[in-house]
Each structure stands twice: as C-alpha cells, then as structure tokens.
C-alpha cells in the first residue's frame, strides 16, 4: 500500500529506523517540507543525497530508499535556520515523485521486516550483542550510557538499527546498509563490517604503541639537548643575571595584588616551569601570568581635589551644560571630605554632537585621574565585555579589563560609549554582562572569564553615553543616574563657535587668529540655514570646508597677508546655496493645516500636519508613512470630532458623507509616536468648521476619546525646535508644566508657552475667531 508524504532530503547523513537524531535545515524546499508535516501532522521521508555538493537536488540526486520519521520538535534560529528533532520509524521505498511547487514529495511504500528463522534470527542477535560491545571497548566515542542502551534492547529490529547509526562508516556505506531488503542479510553485513572495525581498531592499537616508543626516545634526547644548552648558557652568564622564571616569579612577589592573585599567579608559573619551552601551553600559561601582573591591583591616581578648579577646567572646555557639570562637581565635593566613596555611574543621554564624549575627558582633567574609552556601538557578543575562557584558542581578556591594563591604575574616569547601540545575538547578550559592571554592589568582585579572579572596579568612576533610552534595557537603565542633556540654543551655538570651534579650526588649518574674522551674523547665517541638528558636529564641518576655501583662495591669488572678514553677504560666496529654509512656521493663518511638535535622534522638529475634505463614503485616509501609534493617534482625534459634533455645528452624521484624507509631509521618512494627537484633531476640525489655525502657533500632547491632553517627551527639544522656526506660541500639556524647570530661560522668555489640559482648550488658543465669539454652539 502506497502513502504520499513530504520528502526532505538529507547531505552526508544516513538515518535509520528507532535513531533520534538533530537536524540543522537551511534550504527553503526542506524547511517548507518540516513546517508541512507538522502542520498535517503527518510523518516525512528523509532521503539522503547521492552528491551532498548538490544545493537544489531533483529526484535523480536521491536514493531510492529512505526513512520515514516523525518530528519530534522545531526550534526556529535567529539567523532563519531550523533546528529539528527527528525519530525514524520504518524503512520506505519511493515508488514515484509528485509534483509540488512548495517541496518534494513522494508516493512510498513502508517496508515492514519480516524474518522467517526465530532459531536462525536469535543467533544473530546473540553474535551482533557480541561484537558491538568488543567494537564499543576498542572505540573510546562510543559512551557507557550507549553501551548500557544497546543492552537493554530486546526487539531485534531495533537493536540492529541502533547498533548501524552509531557506526563510524561514510554515508555510502550506511545507504547500502539501509537499502539491502532481506533482514538476515542485512544482519550479516553489519557483522562483517564489526569484525572488519574490531580488526582495524586492534591494528590502529599497534601502530600507536610504536609511534610512543619512538617519540619517547625522540623527548629524552630534546630534554638532553636542552640541558646542555642549559648548563652552557649558565657557564657564559654574569653572577647577577637572573634567567626569564626567576625575573617573572620576582615581577609576581614585588607586584602588590590580592592574595588570591598572587596565590594563582605562582601556581600557575610552577606549571610553566614544568613544561617543555616548545608545548603551545606554555605561552597560554605565559601570557596569562603577565595579564595578571600588569593588571593595577592597588595602584591608584593622586590627585588633590579642588572644586573651584575643576569648575574652571570644566567651563574652560565646555560651554553650557550646565546639569552634568553640576552633578560632577557634587560627586567631587563628597569625595574631598569622604576617603572612599562608590564610583557613581552616570549616563549622558543626548543628541549627537552635544559633547557627551568629550565631556568625559574633561571630567577625567577636572579629577586628576586617567582617562579611559570603550565604545561599544555594534558589540553583540558577551565575551567582548567579560573575556573568553582560557581553554578556547587565542582567548583574551574582555575589553574591560584590557581597557584597565592600558591605563594601569585602579580608579580612572572610564566611558562607556554608545551604550544604546548595542546588540544581541547567540552569542549571548553584552548589556547583560554590563549589568555587573555597572553595579556599585557587584562591581567590586567582577569576574572576567579568561582572569577568572574577582578584580576590584568599584573605585572606577564609569560614564555611559547614549542617543536614547529606548535602547537601553531597563534593568542597566536601573543602575544609572540619567542626566538628559538637550540640543543647544542658537545663543548657545554662537558662542561655542566664536570660543570654541572657530580657533580649533584656524589652527589645524594654519591660519592665525586674526586672519580670518567671522561676524556673529555671518555664524548665525551658517547656524540657521548651512545646519540643521541639535548638537555642533555639522556646524563644526562648515567653519572647516570654509577655512579651506579660504586656504585655496589666499594661495590662487598669491596674497599672504590678506585678511578675511566674513559677513552675512559674504557667506553665500564661500558656501553655496544655503541648505535649509530658516523659519519653517508658516506665514499666512491656513485652514486645515496646524504646525506640530516632534522629538527626533538629532533633536526636534517642526512638524506639518495637512487636511482635506472630499464628498465620499466616509473613509479615513491616513498617508506620510506614519507608525501605527501615529495612525491610531488619527482615529483617537477623529473619535473625538464626532463626539463633539453638535458643540461645533456640524451635523451628526458628517462623516458618513466625506471622506477626510490626512498627510503629512516628508512623506518618505518614518513617523511615529502618540505626541501629535491634538495637532491632528485641530487640524480636522480647522477643515470640518472651515476656521484657519494661527500660523505662528505649534502644539504638542496626546489626545484620548474624551479630549484629554495627555503628557509627552523631549519637551525640551521640542521648544528648541519651535524656537528655531520662528514659532512664538506654544501648547502644551499641563501635565509637562513641571518640565519648564528643565528649559533654558532664553527659550522660555523668546515664546509664548500656554498649559492645555483639554482638547477644547486646544481649539479655543488654536484657532482664529472672531472677538467675543465663542467656538463651540451652546
């Protein structure tokens, strides 16, 4: 009787009846076929391959007899692998291929073994018992546990089947073995194939007890040679010389270290003695002592703590920042008047080009103490951040406590760069690993797996940088002390321009101070319409592409002694057409059309959010590549229109004869995020109630059905943004009122900021009307 099933086929592996065994399956035709029995529940075949080179095989690149087996499990890799748990059940003989698109699939005939001598059948059995446990004893692969299974089994069928899968014979062979039909033949060609394996196995004995006496000889005469070297060696050298052990074991004894340490570095350094210079051990052991001795143990920076020094270094390198430079210093003040105090840990959370990075260094200046720097953008792998164990080739310590070797004393300043980048994979996950490290109650007895002694990081004072939280786990999040740093201000861009960047750049480009002059206007029209990012590294780019420029034209022109002053009108002639527009608020009051507020990696943004209304059916067309908060965000604010139909004059059933299509522009990059909800029903109500939104007014919050303004994020980035749009009113939610203490004086004193708590608030600051008219319809 004949059966259709799905065929996967296999490369240089033969499997048998009763043997469980794990596959890893890559190609698509046999991930679909696995995926197609279990969904059927139904059994597979598994054939293996005449060539394994062969990618896509068709029947022709198949042997005719195969294995049906059951799939016990699936377990689905990240890299889009299968891993799978098979069990064969009976031998199958495929009687013709069925077309299918998906995977291969045959039409087979189960093969049933029959044996016809039960006095004939037992001696077999008896004789397959025997030899498999004299092949068992000669083949150290085969384990006890094996052996005790083997025993235990009574059918003989499977006891054949059993005994075939753990013979170490190519796949060819175990094929000729599972094809032959007569069960009794079958039994006799496994125990040729023992007898021949016992008889190799005794030979292979033979061979490698000569192989022994040889080599014994041949290290007898190279420790002899040695020797003499040895005693040669001593003859030529001075009293006073010390040979490389006696100087290491010195390094050891001198080197103040933990007990453990030291314990551990001298155990190890006996086991060197003892081994032949040329093993490859011996510079495993090597290079493991000389990590342990030029880890710094005790060794500690000096430095005398004076606050109003660091507050000098501080504002010497950095303008601004004024929240970071406050908690540094109270860390300082607390560690002049206590002898220890935990290493605080600190992350720095801001856009790129903020100076979260080169705040560090100047925190490691202001402190006296070293500096160290780990980046760890794109680390997936846990043993970057722990080590490897010794016992892998090439092992190493983990980038912390090499990071530590380098710069050889217990306590430095030490970044975490990038904390928010990294990843994950199989290979385990870094930020776990980080978690130890970065604990003030764990830290002082971190384990690294190639030291494999606890070493002391508690007096390191450890800072992480990142872009933003959403990359960090919550438990490390947990274990830091989040310091928001926030894009600068025009005013603040200015003048790390004029005292910062603007000299840094004359010098590396080989002018004088005073051969190049910029106006503050002329650094304003670069701010506002050559960049456009929260931080200074484009800023930084411009002053230096128009040093160059200006490098070219002196030397064209042959006038060294020139000296350029660059204004507002002069600016165009270097740079070229500006990038951005300045003032992206609209200039006339719009109807279905309301200015937004939006958080970006880089800072904020001002966002424009459009309406219109066409006669239709009543559909919601939501279009500008939004997320699926942003889309839901949409319905929420249409939800709520409706329910406040009456209030605003319109009919009840309004929506049932438009159709109202909300974009919003620069359609091609990604948005989302609830924060636009009161920007998006103000804007449909603007085009419903045919009432323009005053252009110089943005709005941020979330919305929900009753109109509730609901608190957002980056508030402060946001207000920047608006700032730099030439927006000079502001709604937000009442809620974030508490946020204001964050923003810069400047900002708050440039804009108007009004608190909503309602959606109806919204509408009432939001849209023009006319004077002692109210919005909404008693």
């Not at 794109?378 to 190493?396: L, S, W």
């Not at 003030?440 to 797996?449: G, K, T």
């Not at 002018?511 to 050559?530: H, M, V, W």
Request: net charge neutral; hydrophobic share 40%; glycine share 6%.
């Amino acid at each position: 009787m004949t059966k259709l099933y799905p065929l996967m086929p296999l490369r240089d592996i033969v499997i048998f009846p009763h043997m469980v065994a794990p596959l890893v399956v890559g190609r698509k035709l046999s991930i679909q076929a696995l995926e197609d029995a279990m969904e059927k529940k139904t059994d597979i075949l598994l054939v293996t391959q005449k060539k394994s080179t062969v990618d896509e095989p068709n029947p022709d690149d198949l042997h005719g007899v195969g294995t049906l087996a059951t799939v016990m499990q699936l377990l689905r890799l990240p890299d889009g692998t299968i891993k799978a748990l098979v069990e064969g059940k009976a031998r199958a003989k495929i009687i013709s291929y069925v077309p299918n698109d998906k995977f291969l699939q045959a039409e087979v005939e189960e093969d049933i073994d029959g044996f016809e001598g039960i006095e004939e059948l037992t001696v077999y059995e008896r004789e397959l018992r025997k030899f498999f446990e004299k092949f068992a004893a000669t083949d150290r692969k085969i384990a006890k546990e094996v052996i005790n299974s083997v025993k235990a089994i009574e059918n003989p069928f499977k006891l054949l089947n059993i005994i075939c899968s753990h013979l170490p014979l190519k796949s060819d062979e175990k094929q000729s073995i599972l094809e032959i039909e007569p069960l009794n033949l079958r039994m006799e060609k496994v125990l040729n194939i023992l007898h021949r394996e016992i008889e190799l196995a005794e030979l292979e004995k033979k061979i490698n007890a000569k192989v022994k006496m040889r080599m014994g000889k041949t290290q007898r005469d190279y420790y002899l040679s040695e020797k003499v070297r040895e005693i040669q060696g001593q003859i030529g050298q001075n009293e006073d010389g010390l040979d490389e052990m006696g100087e290491l074991e010195e390094s050891i004894n001198s080197k103040k270290m933990p007990v453990l340490a030291k314990e551990k570095a001298l155990k190890e350094l006996k086991k060197l003695k003892s081994m032949p210079p040329m093993s490859a051990e011996t510079t495993v052991v090597r290079n493991y002592i000389d990590c342990i001795v030029s880890l710094p143990w005790h060794k500690k920076s000096k430095s005398k703590i004076d606050i109003n020094k660091a507050e000098k270094i501080l504002d010497e390198d950095h303008y601004g920042l004024a929240k970071p430079k406050e908690r540094i210093l109270e860390y300082l003040a607390v560690q002049a008047q206590v002898k220890r105090i935990k290493g605080p840990i600190l992350c720095l959370v801001g856009p790129p080009g903020v100076g979260k990075t080169s705040v560090c260094k100047s925190i490691a200046r202001a402190m006296g103490r070293k500096f160290a720097r780990l980046s760890l953008g794109g680390v997936r792998d846990e043993a970057e951040i722990r080590g490897h164990r010794r016992t892998y080739i090439g092992a190493m310590p983990g980038k912390i406590i090499q990071s530590m070797q380098k710069v050889n004393v217990a306590n430095p300043v030490f970044c975490l760069d990038e904390v928010d980048k990294m990843s994950m994979d199989f290979r385990g996950d870094p930020s776990s690993a980080l978690l130890e490290v970065l604990d003030p109650e764990q830290n002082v007895a971190f384990n690294d797996h190639y030291l494999d002694i606890d070493y002391d990081l508690s007096e390191v004072f450890f800072i992480t940088t990142a872009n933003n939280l959403h990359g960090i786990p919550i438990p490390l999040q947990d274990r830091m002390e989040i310091i928001e740093l926030s894009g600068y201000t025009e005013e603040d861009k200015l003048k790390i321009a004029e005292q910062f960047l603007i000299p840094k750049q004359l010098e590396e480009n080989g002018f004088k101070e005073d051969d190049i002059q910029l106006t503050s206007g002329a650094i304003l029209e670069i701010i506002r319409r050559y960049t456009k990012e929260a931080g200074v590294r484009s800023l930084e780019r411009i002053i230096a592409s128009l040093c160059r420029k200006i490098a070219r034209d002196k030397l064209k022109k042959k006038l060294k002694s020139k000296k350029y002053r660059i204004s507002v009108q002069s600016i165009q002639k270097y740079l070229g057409t500006p990038k951005f527009r300045y003032g992206l608020a609209e200039e006339n009051d719009e109807i279905g059309l309301t200015t937004g507020l939006a958080w970006t990696q880089v800072g904020g943004e001002l966002l424009q959010i459009e309406a219109t209304l066409m006669t239709g059916s009543g559909k919601l067309i939501i279009t500008g590549k939004l997320g699926d908060v942003m889309q839901e965000s949409a319905q929420a604010a249409l939800s709520y229109v409706r329910s406040r139909a009456a209030l605003l004059g319109l009919e009840e059933d309004f929506y049932q004869k438009l159709d109202i299509h909300i974009h919003v522009p620069e359609g091609a990059i990604p948005k989302d995020g609830p924060s636009a909800g009161i920007t998006i029903a103000t804007t449909l109500v603007s085009a419903l109630i045919k009432t323009p939104v005053k252009h110089n007014l943005a709005m941020t919050g979330e919305i929900t059905l009753r109109g509730r303004v609901l608190p957002i994020g980056g508030l402060t980035e946001k207000l920047l943004a608006a700032k730099r749009g030439n927006i000079t009113h502001v709604l937000i939610p009442k809620d974030n009122e508490r946020n204001l203490n964050d923003v810069p004086v400047k900002i708050k004193k440039s804009l108007v900021i009004d608190v909503v708590n309602h959606m109806d608030e919204v509408l009432e600051h939001a849209l023009v009307s006319t004077e002692g008219k109210s919005l909404f319809k008693n």
